[in-house]
């Protein structure tokens, strides 16, 4: 056969893919998601480095090491993570980007810091919603979280690639302006991305800050993952919640939270606009209106 290319710490990592996405898959199953088992091959798949693997040199770039009598690979690494010790380096992957055609390296770092314990009693409800980000609420004070430049930039991104579409539709495949075009489109999806994770970043952290300041243990958010299955709701509603990005929200609220020793979990939604607040009477009415009045 072949000479082995890659680590042998990377080959038996690339082997533990598959029962790792089995794992994922029935416990997506378990919940409800409509998800499927590996069934093909991939074109593209991340090569993973483990910290067996990585090393750094002295003029603080990272070493990633192939098979034998195969030349290692070497990392120049951004100013903030130079400092670091050979040890915080727990992971690195070459992730191929297929939206935008491209390969990145994702590295995973140990900053050495234990996650903190809250010392609250207090708990905040979270309502995801698609025009402002998270309102949130501890009972006695509320806050919204109103991210319109989300709404801009998802609204911005929508126009122009239908204008790319429409131009890329009237080019013959694999030409040259053909591929032009698709290379400016693949370029302006990215740009819209990141511009995206930025403020979904900065919701995210505000929402935490808000839950420490206000001495909160556990963060309650509401289940929104099946707002949009089977249900037909026009061609405009349909885009927005397509758009709607309230999974990486809540990803990134677990995590920072987390962080701060403070739990999250995710609760129904089923009624809860129509049940009365006041937990002697919990009468169920439907509300004409923003004013909810009990009858």
Known sequence: GQNPLLHAHSVDAAQQGFPKACKTAKACKNI???????HKRKPYRSTIWKNTGISKTEDEKLQLALARGQSP?????????????????????????????????HVVVDDGMDSKVASGTNVIGIDLGEIHPVTATDGETSVVFSARALRSVNQYSNKW????????????KGSQSYKRMMGRKR????KQARRRKDIEQKVSRAVVDYAVERNCNEIAIGDVRKVAN????????????SNWSHGKIRTMIEYKANAEGISVTMVKEHYTSQTCPNPECQHKYKPSGRTYRCP
Do not use: D
């Open 73 to 105: 690979i070497f990392i120049e690494l951004p100013p903030n993570l130079k400092n670091l010790a050979k040890e915080c380096f727990v992971e690195m992957r070459l992730v191929y980007n297929k939206n935008h055609k491209f390969y990145q390296w």
């Open 230 to 241: 089977k249900c037909k709701l026009g061609k405009k509603s349909n885009q927005k919640v």
């Open 32 to 38: 409800g998601l409509n998800s499927s088992y590996p």
């Open 161 to 172: 690639l239908a204008s790319f579409q429409r131009k890329i539709s009237k080019k013959k």
């Open 187 to 190: 370029k302006f999806l990215a």
